[in-house]
Nanobody, 125 residues
């Protein structure tokens, strides 16, 4: 029974940076953690993921080289550092947890069991 709260979204200009945070209500050391994003009328899409111990990270092609996911298991927080933001990054960003000790990272929303409420990121031209 894990509650997730995202924060850090906002309105920025193209080229700027944001750091999103996902705070969990309990220990997360047994979870894969990931970030997804969604715009109105579109399916939720995978952005970045990290395994339970941080041993592996995966990224969508659209954000490779610009975004970085990390986690702090001691404080039960996942981060998404977003650099060189583009207007096409505009979306609601969601944190998700998967209760698994895995070395690979699923990319389908249905693979994740716990979700936050989302935080809006808007990037102007």
């Amino acid at each position: 029974q894990v509650q997730l709260v995202e924060s850090g979204g906002g309105l920025v200009q193209a080229g700027d940076s944001l750091r999103l945070s996902c705070a969990a209500s309990g220990p997360v050391s047994t979870f894969t953690m990931a970030w997804f994003r969604q715009t109105p009328g579109k399916e939720r899409e995978f952005v970045a993921g990290i395994t339970w111990n941080g041993g592996r990270t995966d990224y969508a092609d659209a954000v490779k080289g610009r975004f970085s996911i990390s986690r702090d298991n001691t404080n039960s927080i996942a981060y998404l550092q977003m650099n060189s933001l583009k207007p096409e990054d505009t979306a609601a960003y969601y944190c998700a947890l998967r209760w698994r000790l895995e070395v690979t990272i699923p990319t389908m929303p249905n693979d994740y069991e716990y979700w936050g409420q989302g935080t809006q990121v808007t990037v102007s031209s």
